[in-house]
C-alpha cells in the first residue's frame, strides 16, 4: 500500500443509486445531473481541481438526490434537476 498527495483540491459524489422500487437518487434526475455536471466542470477547465464522480448508495435516498463534497463533507439533500445552478455555484465557490 502506499499513500500519496491528491491530484485534485476538491471531489463531489452524486448518487445515482437505483432500486427496483424506485425509491433511489437515480430516479430522481441524479444521472442526467451527473451528466450536467460534469459536461460543466470540463467546460470550466476544473480537471486540475476537481473530480465529479457518481456514488451508491449514501444512504439517504428519501430526502431526495444526495451529494456530498470533500474535503469539505458538506452533504447536500433534497436536490433535483432545478438545483442545477446552486450546485454549480456550490462548487465553484469550493473550486477556487
Not at 12 to 30: M, Y
Not at 41 to 54: L, M, V
Not at 55 to 80: H, M, Q, T
Request: proline share 4%; charged share 25%; net charge positive.
Amino acid at each position: 500500500m502506499q499513500v500519496v498527495p491528491p491530484l485534485i483540491e476538491f471531489h463531489f459524489l452524486i448518487c445515482t443509486n437505483a432500486r427496483e422500487n424506485g425509491k433511489d437518487c437515480a430516479s430522481k434526475g441524479s444521472v442526467q445531473m451527473l451528466d450536467e455536471l460534469k459536461s460543466w466542470a470540463k467546460a470550466q477547465n476544473f480537471s486540475k481541481k476537481i473530480r465529479i464522480n457518481k456514488s451508491g448508495c449514501l444512504d439517504r435516498c428519501a430526502e431526495g438526490v444526495v451529494c456530498v463534497a470533500y474535503p469539505s463533507a458538506e452533504w447536500i439533500v433534497n436536490a433535483g434537476p432545478s438545483d442545477l445552478n446552486s450546485m454549480k455555484k456550490f462548487i465553484q465557490e469550493r473550486a477556487q
